[in-house]
Nanobody, 116 residues
């Protein structure tokens, strides 16, 4: 299993920005598709965005144009730049690492709270 450690969450006003980071322990980080998911209180965990080992990205419609995922394979880290934050973005954000051989691993989550 891959160990994932998220950081960068916090409290921000609507319209503000935050940058989340997720550091991975995987020896071959570049072989993993990395993703960010979020779970708001009383709701199911949902996909926010993913980035493949080739750099292809996918975004939930609700965050397109506001959030950007990126990865640094040398630092074994994936980032989520969140701009124009809205109160409905409030959730615990989880980092995910996945590949066909190792399966899926999750971080412990980081809280993002957007005040109106």
């Amino acid at each position: 299993q891959v160990q994932l450690v998220e950081s960068g969450g916090g409290l921000v006003q609507a319209g503000g920005s935050l940058r989340l980071s997720c550091a991975a322990s995987a020896s071959i980080f570049s072989m993993y598709t990395m993703g960010w998911y979020r779970q708001a209180p009383g709701k199911q965990r949902e996909l926010v965005t993913t980035i493949t080992n080739g750099g292809s990205t996918n975004y939930a419609d609700s965050v397109k144009g506001r959030f950007t995922i990126s990865r640094d394979n040398g630092k074994k880290t994936v980032y989520l730049q969140m701009n124009s934050l809205k109160p409905e973005d409030t959730a615990v954000y989880y980092c995910n690492a996945h590949n066909a051989f190792a399966g899926s691993s999750w971080g412990q989550g980081t809280q993002v709270t957007v005040s109106s």
